[in-house]
């Protein structure tokens, strides 16, 4: 029977985590109404020949308009965000709810909507951050937000103002063990880091180069195991985020050797970026500055091995925007600081996809299949917005990107839609580019340029983790 669509996409080639496949797609009230040949009218048609169908990705690690400490502020908001986001590919974001030491849970999260509520062009749903983990927020808030789709939460092992110790990470493991959350974990071992950098600030070692050098990959290693062994002890899965090279991954895969349910994450700067980008005493080695550091050449092809063997469930850009030349960014005040001074953080929300198609699918290290599923898939199941996120199937949303594999396109700052005054990855060129995205089924990105709207994206409550 012949039914009349809102949208329909024609002659794409669809891809998704598992399969290839020619077919039209019928679009009925921002949901996937059907898929098939000769579905019937619609009041827009979309001849996508030529190009593939992708879910809309989604990055499930990204900071914006983060309330920050010491004049710092982050040069992105939910709408220069998202909008960097939707011309890059994603439809969806999963920024994070920070908790204030000091503040309650509930308080984060309902500054949080205020600040995403009316400017997002893309749907998005929160982690949240647990900074403070009181026996009012372990007993009756962190369980009561969970319930009400707060399903997962990150927890940092360093940084003065949102570190956990120990017990505290126990604790809170323990409470996503009862309510079945899950616990992303920022793995670097804090005094190691601080006694590392007042030995280079002694000896005058300050310029951005010894970011690096003040955080090896041994401190990232040690907390990883750390993080694991927590994970063994509560008998509950956790998540390590931006995992940047080989110590990391030996113990993530010595974890799973075990059996454990250890997933992790990577972003491109591990694949893209050097420590020589931290500059040789320049300061502007401090638009690349972010923590962990990059690593060395032979780390990247780590990451890389990693993707193609699946060490890792998630990829996402870890988007954290602070301006260059900005008084509230890397210049604090308008003065170039010492490198522990410096916010860490880089832009990456319009260019993670496109950084990994070009060099993992066009390159021959990762199938397009491999691609869609770190991207988008699992992703949407950990974070539990699957199947209503991250695949393209009836019932689902219709986030659709239309990529042109074959698009040569070189990364100019200025072609970006964030707000950010640089990208770590100007002059850089790729194959491959989504030349359209639909954000249920509304075209909010076309050819680089942002068609969409504030306010039109929809906050989602999240569902318990769907496991790998
Ligand atoms: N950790 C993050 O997850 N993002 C930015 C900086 C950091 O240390
Ligand atoms: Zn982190
Ligand atoms: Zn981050």
């Given at each position: 029977?012949?039914?009349?669509?809102?949208?329909?996409?024609?002659n794409?080639k669809?891809?998704?985590?598992?399969?290839k496949?020619?077919?039209?797609?019928?679009?009925?009230?921002?949901?996937i109404?059907a898929l098939?040949?000769?579905?019937?009218?619609a009041?827009?048609?979309?001849?996508?020949?030529?190009?593939?169908?992708?879910p809309?990705?989604v990055?499930?690690h990204?900071h914006?308009?983060?309330p920050?400490?010491?004049?710092?502020?982050?040069?992105?908001?939910f709408l220069?965000g998202?909008?960097?986001a939707?011309?890059?590919?994603?439809?969806?974001?999963?920024?994070f709810a920070?908790?204030?030491?000091g503040?309650s849970l509930?308080?984060?999260?309902t500054?949080?909507?205020?600040?995403?509520?009316?400017?997002?062009?893309?749907?998005?749903?929160?982690?949240?951050?647990?900074?403070?983990?009181?026996?009012?927020?372990?007993?009756?808030?962190?369980?009561?937000?969970i319930?009400e789709g707060?399903?997962?939460f990150?927890?940092y092992?360093?940084?003065?103002?949102?570190?956990?110790?120990?017990?505290?990470?126990l604790?809170?493991?323990d409470?996503?063990?009862?309510?079945?959350a899950?616990?992303m974990?920022?793995a670097?071992?804090?005094d190691?880091?601080?006694w590392l950098?007042?030995?280079?600030v002694?000896?005058?070692?300050?310029?951005?180069?010894?970011h690096?050098?003040?955080r090896?990959?041994?401190?990232?290693?040690?907390a990883?195991?750390?993080?694991?062994?927590?994970s063994?002890?509560?008998?509950?899965?956790?998540?390590?985020v931006?995992?940047?090279?080989?110590?990391a991954?030996?113990?993530?895969?010595w974890?799973?050797?075990?059996g454990?349910?250890?997933?992790a994450?990577?972003?491109p700067q591990?694949l893209?970026?050097?420590?020589?980008?931290?500059?040789?005493?320049d300061?502007?080695?401090?638009?690349?500055?972010?923590s962990p550091p990059p690593?060395?050449r032979?780390?990247?092809q780590?990451?890389?091995d990693?993707l193609?063997h699946?060490?890792f469930?998630?990829?996402?850009?870890?988007?954290a925007?602070?301006?260059?030349d900005?008084?509230?960014?890397?210049?604090?005040?308008?003065?170039?600081?010492?490198?522990?001074?410096?916010?860490?953080?880089i832009?990456g929300?319009e260019t993670?996809?496109p950084?990994?198609?070009?060099?993992?699918?066009k390159?021959g290290r990762?199938?397009i299949h491999?691609?869609?599923?770190v991207t988008?898939?699992?992703?949407?199941?950990l974070?539990?917005?699957y199947?209503?996120?991250?695949?393209?199937?009836?019932?689902?949303?219709?986030?659709?990107?239309?990529?042109d594999?074959?698009?040569?396109?070189t990364i100019?700052?200025?072609?970006?839609?964030?707000n950010?005054?640089?990208?770590?990855?100007e002059?850089?060129?790729v194959?491959?580019?989504?030349v359209?995205?639909?954000?249920?089924?509304?075209?909010?990105?076309?050819?680089?340029?942002?068609l969409?709207q504030?306010?039109?994206?929809e906050?989602?409550?999240?569902?318990k983790?769907?496991?790998?």
């Amino acid at each position: 029977m012949s039914q009349h669509f809102d949208l329909l996409v024609i002659n794409a080639k669809i891809v998704t985590a598992s399969d290839k496949f020619q077919a039209d797609i019928g679009v009925i009230d921002g949901k996937i109404a059907a898929l098939g040949k000769n579905l019937g009218t619609a009041t827009q048609i979309v001849d996508a020949s030529g190009l593939l169908a992708l879910p809309g990705g989604v990055d499930a690690h990204c900071h914006l308009d983060q309330p920050q400490d010491f004049g710092l502020r982050m040069a992105d908001d939910f709408l220069s965000g998202s909008r960097s986001a939707a011309c890059g590919g994603t439809t969806t974001i999963i920024p994070f709810a920070a908790q204030i030491k000091g503040q309650s849970l509930q308080a984060a999260v309902t500054d949080y909507h205020q600040r995403a509520q009316d400017k997002s062009c893309i749907d998005y749903a929160f982690h949240m951050i647990v900074s403070d983990p009181t026996p009012e927020v372990l007993k009756t808030e962190l369980p009561r937000l969970i319930r009400e789709g707060y399903t997962s939460f990150k927890v940092y092992m360093t940084y003065d103002d949102l570190k956990l110790n120990d017990r505290q990470i126990l604790d809170v493991l323990d409470v996503a063990r009862q309510e079945g959350a899950l616990v992303m974990v920022h793995a670097e071992n804090s005094d190691c880091i601080g006694w590392l950098t007042d030995r280079l600030v002694s000896e005058g070692k300050t310029t951005p180069q010894y970011h690096g050098v003040s955080r090896p990959q041994a401190v990232e290693r040690e907390a990883t195991h750390r993080a694991i062994t927590f994970s063994e002890l509560v008998d509950v899965p956790i998540l390590i985020v931006h995992v940047s090279g080989r110590e990391a991954i030996e113990q993530i895969r010595w974890a799973h050797g075990r059996g454990q349910r250890i997933y992790a994450e990577t972003c491109p700067q591990y694949l893209y970026l050097t420590e020589d980008d931290l500059g040789h005493g320049d300061y502007d080695g401090a638009k690349c500055i972010c923590s962990p550091p990059p690593r060395d050449r032979a780390n990247q092809q780590v990451v890389w091995d990693g993707l193609q063997h699946n060490v890792f469930a998630v990829f996402s850009s870890d988007h954290a925007p602070f301006g260059y030349d900005d008084p509230h960014g890397k210049k604090l005040r308008g003065v170039e600081q010492k490198f522990h001074h410096i916010p860490n953080g880089i832009p990456g929300l319009e260019t993670r996809l496109p950084l990994l198609f070009s060099g993992g699918v066009k390159e021959g290290r990762i199938s397009i299949h491999q691609f869609v599923a770190v991207t988008s898939t699992q992703p949407a199941k950990l974070y539990g917005l699957y199947p209503r996120k991250g695949s393209l199937m009836v019932g689902s949303d219709a986030d659709i990107a239309l990529w042109d594999p074959d698009r040569e396109v070189t990364i100019h700052n200025q072609m970006l839609h964030h707000n950010v005054d640089y990208t770590p990855y100007e002059g850089q060129t790729v194959t491959g580019w989504p030349v359209m995205t639909f954000s249920r089924g509304r075209l909010v990105a076309k050819n680089f340029e942002f068609l969409g709207q504030a306010g039109t994206g929809e906050f989602m409550s999240c569902g318990k983790p769907m496991l790998l």
